[in-house]
């Protein structure tokens, strides 16, 4: 038998086939000898990585490829493939010890056991396997272990996988889209990606449900941490039914950063099941929440709330109850909620005003989903020179929309009164009664001023020595223009109605130049007891202002304790030293006697008056300019400050996380509705609460997240099963 070796580099490199004269086109061996002959053929290349592939034309390069028996003698040794799809070997001890070669770094082209070979012998992997050696403290590792290296040595495919789910998450995308997010990824070539579907490649959606598990048990942790180091803290709450009709109460708290010394942040928290919406029930599972985290009540100084019964009631309400708990505790009603029920309630003494709630909502019906109605107003839009506008409905428990409304109506009315002139005489009549124009273009006026003040209000971060003077100049911007001088001036729209109307007509003109013209009749509208003449009204308007102001002035009680915030807002100090010194220490009596009750006070009133006078110096002299928030950045992370006023820095910490809107919580319960949808109605509790919480406190770019720590927490969660290398 001739002897089986290499050729020579100057011949061509024939097969053990061609060299024996078998034949590479015969489907079934001939004999056992071929059989044989196949067999050592196939051992030979794989000694060198050959891929033993039959082919036409025998003088292409043999392929080679990593051979899972070479993880017998070379355990370190695994396969990936690049962008390009080309193979390389990497080696896991190498890689966690950081070594200076290519099997640490994008991996060896060298497809060979002598490249292992040489590999192992190599200065860099002699000390990575030395390292590890002395790690170990012995040679023999349990089974445990080495299953344990085989996943670290998947650590690259894996965390590739997991990065592919936290997107899906803190995109609010669906989880079914993780498999075929990893199938796009394998078809393009990205680098790691699982070459395989079976269950160890990790690219199933409860594989990937227990990526997102270790992502928030990770940032869970820091934040938790991060609340308990806070000196201080608030929270805010707010309870609402999804659309499976399932109740939840969603939590959020508002601390200080740096163990006091850092910002004011606001961060969603729990999304709690309540098994009723009684205060008790409320109060069981915040007090749980705050248990498991560790939190006293003690520091507990704000509870931000919507202003439902169930959180405010006197007796047995939410806030009631934390209250016999903290005594110290400032129960406050969302500054924007309040402003939206002023509004709601100087409205609700004004018949014509319910009214004009009510034809709104009828414009919207009679529009619906008419396909025909929908065109002609568009082409009579077109025709006027409007903007492509919708008609909006009215929401109760949407805090602009009655604003956004009256203002859309306002711009639409030159098409909707042409419209109706031809197609709707009942809906024409109504339009052109001129107390129902006067009403419209006033609520357009007054909402829009109060829509301002409602945006302010719900801001993330308030500061709520801004709360008001805001107010202040909302109601000051009222009384100019309704109550003083000529009533609606200055107005966007009311001011251009009365003049327009001054003939007893509205008069459009269409793009073209032709003018359209619609008599006005000064005549009662439906519900209402006034004449409808212009004077009465006038009149009526004046008196819902009046209303207005009043609600405002009802709904803001608590607004002493925002003002005595200014003591920490140099810029809101008075010039005279005299002045300055009296309004202060009004502000600062005010804030102690607040938070200095209960048997174990959290401020110290007579410490505080103590180191008033050389604070006030102090604070006004080096930052006369600067808000509370602004002072606070330049001050909190001075120690001087902790040392020389230790009471006031302490009262100061308490200001800064006092909550002044549940907005948050509102955009909050948006984020559950655009998780849980129609599509996915059916997440778990636990499923939703894990997504929310990633998607509004988990880091958003991905180069900021720490993969590390979520693959440790994943690998330590339970044993896992590592997958083949050459797959």
Known sequence: ??????????????????????????????????????????????????????????????????????????????????????????????????????????????????????????????????????????????????????????????????????????????????????????????????????????????????????????????????????????????????????????????????????????????????????????????????????????????????????????????????????????DIHCIAHREALAANDASSYFPELQFIDKFANKIYSWLGKSAKRHGALRELMESFQISRLEVLQIHQIRWLSRGKVMERLVKLMPALLKEWELEEKKMYDLATIFQVQFCIHLLADVLIELNKLNKKFQEDHIDITSIGTTLDITIDMLRRRFQRGIFGAGTLHTSSFLTRAQGGYLEFADGTGTLHVHALRFESMPKSQRSGTLDDCIELGKKFIIKVIDSLDTRFTDLPIFNAAKFFSPRNYYEETEDRDRQTKRWLTCLCDKFSVGNSPIVDSVKCLGEMDEFICTIYTSYPKKHMFGAWDLCGGEPEWFEGFPSLMQLWQVILVLPASTAVCERGFSKLNRIKNDDRSRLSLSTLDMLMFLSLCAPHALNEVDWNAIYDAWKNKKNRKPLPLDK
Request: proline share 4%; glycine share 6%.
């Open 1 to 330: 038998m001739a002897s089986i070796g290499r050729p020579k580099k100057d011949k061509k490199q024939l097969s053990l086939a061609d060299a024996f004269g078998i034949s590479r086109h015969s489907s079934q061996p001939c004999d056992s000898q071929n059989e044989e002959f196949d067999i050592l053929a196939q051992e030979e290349h794989e000694l060198d990585g050959t891929e033993f592939v039959e082919e036409e034309h025998p003088s292409k390069k043999p392929k080679r490829t990593f051979k899972a028996k070479w993880k017998t003698r070379f355990p370190w040794a695994y396969a990936i493939k690049d962008c390009n799809g080309v193979q390389r070997i990497k080696c896991s001890w190498c890689v966690k010890y950081k070594r200076d070669t290519p099997f640490a770094k994008d991996g060896s082209t060298t497809l060979q056991a002598s490249g292992l070979l040489t590999h192992a012998e190599s200065e860099p992997h002699k000390f990575a396997s030395q390292r590890l050696e002395g790690e170990n403290k012995q040679s023999n590792l349990p089974i445990t272990k080495h299953i344990e290296l085989m996943v670290d040595a998947e650590k690259e495919r894996i965390i590739s996988v997991m990065e592919n789910m936290y997107f899906v998450a803190i995109h609010d995308l669906s989880l079914e889209l993780y498999k075929p997010i990893c199938d796009l990824g394998r078809y393009k070539g990205t680098p790691h990606m699982p070459l395989t579907d079976e269950y160890s490649a990790y690219t199933n959606t409860t594989s990937g449900k227990e990526f997102l598990q270790a992502a928030k048990e990770v940032y869970w942790k820091k934040l938790k941490d991060e609340i308990f180091h806070s000196p201080f803290y608030s929270i805010l709450v707010d309870e609402s039914t999804d659309r499976t009709m399932e109740q939840h109460l969603i939590v959020y708290i508002t601390y200080l950063t740096h163990g006091g010394r850092g910002q004011c942040v606001t961060k969603f928290i729990r999304l709690l099941e309540i098994k009723d919406g009684t205060a008790q029930a409320m109060y069981d599972a915040v007090i749980a929440l705050l248990t498991e985290m560790n939190l006293s009540l003690m520091k507990l100084v704000g509870f931000g709330s919507d202003g439902a019964s169930s959180m405010r009631g006197i007796r047995e309400g939410l806030s009631t109850k934390l209250r016999r708990d903290a005594p110290h505790l400032l």
